[in-house]
């Protein structure tokens, strides 16, 4: 063999790092191909993660805002709930009134009302006093609360007699209750001669917590009456139960809602009939304002920081 045969041969070494250099090549290759497609992956993860996060943003940036907008309606359908209530003072010279109401919510379903009807003899001058508790909460019981004082308000262009007066609201609330199945709790009292010696109470109930009588001696009195609630048509079926009392003057009269009976402290016990009563009988007597803020102080020491469950109502009377 010559030299120039000899040289010009196939190097096996040459050839197996020519093919370790081309195996290397495809390998990094594909590798730069697994890191461009695992870069392009990642990249669109990243702005897919961007997309959803600006998604969540904008979600929560619309639920702020319709809670706010749900909020700033709340408060104002409060206010405008709270416009349909007379003043808590009534400004009548001859009979000392007080009423007070407390939502546990936004919107709630109790209410007080009253109504003066004046005679051309002013000792047959008649005041009419009412507590009044729609079930339900939020918008439709404060929807059936409006409705509820509405016709209240009318009926006192009737001459009705307290009983008569509960039956044709019972049928006169009907068309508004039946379709949610509610019903308006009211306790409706009546106070005649108030500038007599011995004024007179005349009191119905409809499913409410009947009215309390507190004398100048410190002695109280329950005036146990019961009846169902209006918006049943059961009232108007049955009839309503009406009692009178004689009073003194100096005496007082207090209505309220369940909400201050049910009402509950941070261990979840009620404040009950037996503590309202004991703060009736340990109130003072000299106005009808000092009651209610005794009434509400009492209630509020026993509470303490527990949220309220119901809305609570009170109205003090003093003859």
């Not at 209240?152 to 508004?176: C, G, N, Q, V």
């Not at 409410?208 to 009588?213: E, F, K, R, V």
């Not at 803020?293 to 209630?299: P, T």
């Amino acid at each position: 063999m010559s030299l120039d045969q000899s040289s010009s041969a196939p190097n096996p070494l040459s050839r197996d790092l020519s093919h370790q250099f081309q195996a290397t090549d495809a390998a990094l290759e594909a590798s730069h191909q697994q890191v461009f497609a695992l870069r392009k992956q990642l990249a669109h993860e990243i702005s897919e993660r961007q997309r959803i996060e600006q998604a969540l943003r904008d979600s929560e940036d619309r639920h702020r805002l319709m809670v706010d907008r749900w909020h700033s309606d709340l408060v104002l359908a409060r206010e405008i709930q709270q416009s349909l209530l007379p003043p808590p003072i009534p400004k009548w010279p001859d009979l000392e009134v007080v009423c007070y109401t407390q939502p546990a919510f936004e919107v709630g379903g109790d209410f007080y009302a009253y109504h003066a009807s004046r005679q051309a003899r002013v000792l047959l001058n008649k005041y009419s006093l009412a507590v009044g508790d729609v079930s339900g909460k939020g918008v439709s019981a404060a929807l059936l609360m409006a409705t509820s004082l509405s016709q209240f308000d009318a009926s006192m262009s009737l001459k009705l007699t307290p009983t008569a007066r509960l039956a044709y609201l019972d049928e006169a609330l009907l068309p508004y209750t039946k379709p949610r199945r509610q019903n308006c709790a009211l306790c409706y009292v009546e106070l005649v001669g108030v500038n007599t010696v011995r004024p007179v109470l005349k009191a119905v109930n409809a499913g409410c917590i009947p009215p309390y009588l507190k004398h100048l001696d410190g002695s109280i009195e329950w005036a146990g009456i019961g009846g169902f609630a209006l918006g049943q048509g059961l009232g108007a079926q049955v009839g309503y139960q009406e009692i009178s009392h004689l009073l003194s003057r100096g005496d007082m009269i207090i209505l309220t809602s369940d909400g201050l009976i049910e009402a509950s402290n941070l261990t979840s016990d009620m404040y009950g009939f037996e503590r309202f009563e004991q703060a009736i009988r340990t109130g003072p007597t000299t106005s009808a304002q000092a009651m209610l803020d005794h009434l509400k102080a009492d209630l509020t020491a026993y509470v303490g920081e527990a949220e309220p469950h119901d809305d609570i109502t009170i109205v003090v009377a003093q003859v």
